[in-house]
């Protein structure tokens, strides 16, 4: 036996049951980030959860392999109670699938290669031929391109509305919908939603689409993409959704170095979406969970500066002369807007859109000028990022729909990161000279 073995007998190997509560308190996320779903006595004693670098899994018998794939194959309810193939599980990702649920309050939840992956796997899982699955608009456009384009290909049509609508729009959407799943032959099978959308911040009532779904009797998860304002700043199951949908490469990866996506939810409503991951694969990689897991650390802690950051630039902003507005959720102009964000939001976010007064042109010379924030597309890292919609993720969006979006020539949609708030402010005050 070498120095490293521990004796199997001795009740340190014993695995001790997880704290989640002191004195009745119940610890918060930020605190169950650092040990929530792993026990170091199952790993040598290592603080950190190894990276299990593993394709399969020895079963202690014969019988437990058996009784580990019904639940994989859905003869038995409730899935495997035991690790069988890292195409279905495996110790890290499950790890990161515990912790991802401590932010939402969900039951359980499905870690994916992208947040796309997440998406088209959710929606696959829970539409038919012929069905219909309405949704919020503007969705992020490679979500809208497979609900119409790749979704299409199997007759599933669909019925949008734009974000902000109120209950009554939201039931006359809803009766629609049914009417066309009718027309069909199909039935509605699933409300989709994005909050806020992208890039004009728009945000979806999603307590009015849970009445409006409640009172039209729709047996159908609604779901939502809280990529912009999760896991600290809306927690949509809390208001009625049912389903939350991550594309983890932004704020919770938060890094700008994986791409990776999840859903969380009641265990009914994931069950469907494991069985199809389960299939088809696009489960998250063990490197990637464990970077996640050093990600959700620190999540909280990044979120928040860079969130007060966003406060400090916008206030900079607001007053510039060469800039003709903001969407930016801190300051709202619109009632109904202020609404629902008063009910969902527990703050405005890092992410928003500045308009410059012109066009093209002026954009292009100010995204030119930044020296610290960088040119790129994406959001939610540690570093500020800002880039121009209507020429670059938007630019397959049909003209007129742009518009419709609000998606203008000078708009330029900026991710505020970790930096110095006051550093940020001089390197936006030098770009705006130079346009
Ligand atoms: C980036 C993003 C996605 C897609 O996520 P990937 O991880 O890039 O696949 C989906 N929704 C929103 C709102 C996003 O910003």
């Not at 969900?106 to 290669?113: H, I, K, P, R």
């Not at 992208?114 to 992020?140: F, R």
């Not at 996506?261 to 464990?290: E, F, H, Q, Y």
Request: proline residues 5%.
């Amino acid at each position: 036996m070498s120095d490293h073995d521990i004796d199997p007998t001795s009740p340190r190997m014993a695995p001790k049951p997880e704290v989640t509560k002191i004195a009745g308190r119940e610890l918060k996320p930020s605190t169950l980030m650092m040990g929530h779903g792993y026990d170091p006595v199952l790993s040598e004693g290592s603080l950190k959860p190894p990276i299990f670098l593993t394709s399969t899994f020895a079963f202690p018998s014969a019988a437990d392999g058996k009784r580990h794939f019904e639940g994989i194959t859905g003869k038995r309810p409730g899935g495997a109670d035991g690790l069988v193939y890292s195409r279905f599980n495996a110790p890290n990702q499950e790890i990161l699938e515990d912790r991802l649920s401590v932010w939402d309050g969900a039951e359980d939840a499905l870690s994916f290669s992208s947040g796309m992956t997440a998406i088209c796997v959710l929606m696959l899982a829970y539409a038919s031929q012929n069905d219909v699955i309405v949704h919020s608009g503007p969705l992020y456009a490679a979500s809208e391109g497979f609900v119409a384009k790749v979704l299409a290909k199997f007759g599933v049509t669909y019925v949008d509305f734009p974000a902000g609508a109120t209950r009554e729009e939201i039931d006359a959407v809803l009766e629609k919908a049914q009417a066309q799943a009718d027309e069909q032959g199909g039935k509605v099978c699933m409300v989709y939603l994005e909050s806020p959308g992208n890039p004009t911040n728009a945000l979806v009532d999603i307590e009015a689409v849970r009445a409006s779904v409640d009172a039209a009797q729709l047996d159908c998860p609604i779901a939502i993409d809280n990529t912009f304002l999760g896991p600290l700043w809306q927690r949509p199951l809390d208001q009625g959704a049912d389903i939350v949908v991550y594309s983890l490469t932004k704020y919770v990866g938060g890094h700008s170095d994986l791409v990776a996506g999840s859903i969380a939810g009641a265990k009914k409503w994931m069950d469907p979406v494991r069985m199809l991951r389960n299939t088809m694969g696009g489960i998250c990689d063990p490197n990637t969970a464990w970077m996640l897991m050093r990600s959700l650390e620190t999540v909280e802690l990044r979120m928040s500066r860079a969130g007060d950051n966003a406060a400090k630039v916008c206030d900079y902003l607001a007053k510039h002369p060469k800039v003709e507005g903001l969407g930016y959720l801190g300051m709202i102009k619109d009632a109904r807007q202020q609404d629902i964000y008063d009910r969902h939001c527990k703050g405005a976010g890092s992410t928003f859109s500045l308009l410059l007064k012109g066009g093209e042109a002026e954009c292009f010379r100010f995204l030119d000028a930044l020296k610290i924030a960088k040119l790129a597309v994406s959001l939610g890292g540690t570093e500020t990022l800002a880039s121009h919609p209507a020429s670059m993720t938007h630019l397959s969006v049909a003209e007129g729909r742009r518009a419709e979006l609000g998606i203008s020539d000078n708009l330029v949609r900026i991710s505020i990161g970790i930096e110095d708030a006051d550093d940020l402010i001089a390197d936006f005050e030098q770009a705006l000279e130079a346009v």
